[in-house]
């Protein structure tokens, strides 16, 4: 089975940084589309970023791009989330996923087979 375990959340003030990371247990890392969500309390799960199996695609949901960056090292079973420029708006519980069907885009939320637990990202004023 796939595990995902996200962690590198936190407290931090508007204009912060953070670096979420990915681990991934499992043989397979290299075949995996890799996402990240976020859920914010009282609304639903949105999609974040992507990254190919290669690495070599991504795709950013328009209200992080440019502030988040999504890369991967295969040799750790490792996805990153780096965050700057955080808002308060950016508050939520940050989920990875892994998805089988590389064939499928990359922000096919329902495609994504795996899931990690969270790690809440809080963003002061």
């Known amino acids: 089975q796939v595990q995902l375990v996200e962690s590198g959340g936190g407290l931090v003030q508007a204009g912060d940084s953070l670096r979420l990371s990915c681990a991934v247990s499992g043989r397979d890392f290299g075949n995996y589309d890799m996402g990240w969500f976020r859920q914010a309390p009282g609304k639903e799960r949105e999609f974040v970023a992507a990254i190919s199996w290669s690495g070599s695609n991504t795709y950013y949901a328009d209200s992080v791009k440019g502030r988040f960056f999504i890369s991967r090292e295969n040799s750790k079973n490792t996805v990153y989330l780096q965050m700057n420029r955080l808002k308060p708006g950016d508050t939520a519980v940050y989920y990875c996923?892994?998805?089988?069907?590389?064939?499928?885009?990359?922000?096919?939320?329902?495609?994504?087979?795996?899931w990690g637990q969270g790690t809440q990202v809080t963003v002061s004023s």
């Open positions: 996923a892994a998805k089988e069907s590389t064939w499928t885009p990359l922000s096919a939320t329902s495609r994504y087979n795996y």
